[in-house]
Nanobody, 123 residues
Framework: VQLQAFGGGLVQAGGSLRLSCAASGRTFRGYSWGWFRQAPGKEREFVAAINWSGGSTSYADSVKGRFTISRDNAKNTLYLQMNSLKPEDTAVYYC?????????????????WGQGTLVTVSS
């Protein structure tokens, strides 16, 4: 089972990026998915989560209104559209899958993790 996150890069403040997370080895159709991030010297924190069907989402206050999480179960893929990026969004972004069907916000509730993709926002 492998989750691979990609789409990170360097972007100016105010710009946009779209992260993707592709799963292989099994289907995650009944799983909820999430995005977390970890900035240098800081703990990993919750960013966004989505339930198994895509009909329910949850966001950290710091990204609400700027980021959108979505999923394509047919492609076994998770997405994070990031708009109006700020320098404080700079971090390694990780995707994760949870056996819970509803969105989860804590690290301990996730069972599978991707390797992370670096997002750098310049001021």
């Amino acid at each position: 089972v492998q989750l691979q996150a990609f789409g990170g890069g360097l972007v100016q403040a105010g710009g946009s990026l779209r992260l993707s997370c592709a799963a292989s080895g099994r289907t995650f159709r009944g799983y909820s998915w999430g995005w977390f991030r970890q900035a240098p010297g800081k703990e990993r924190e919750f960013v966004a989560a989505i339930n198994w069907s895509g009909g329910s989402t949850s966001y950290a206050d710091s990204v609400k209104g700027r980021f959108t999480i979505s999923r394509d179960n047919a492609k076994n893929t998770l997405y994070l559209q990031m708009n109006s990026l700020k320098p404080e969004d700079t971090a390694v972004y990780y995707c994760a899958a949870s056996a819970y069907t509803a969105p989860r916000v804590t690290i301990a509730e996730y069972d599978y993790w991707g390797q992370g993709t670096l997002v750098t926002v310049s001021s």
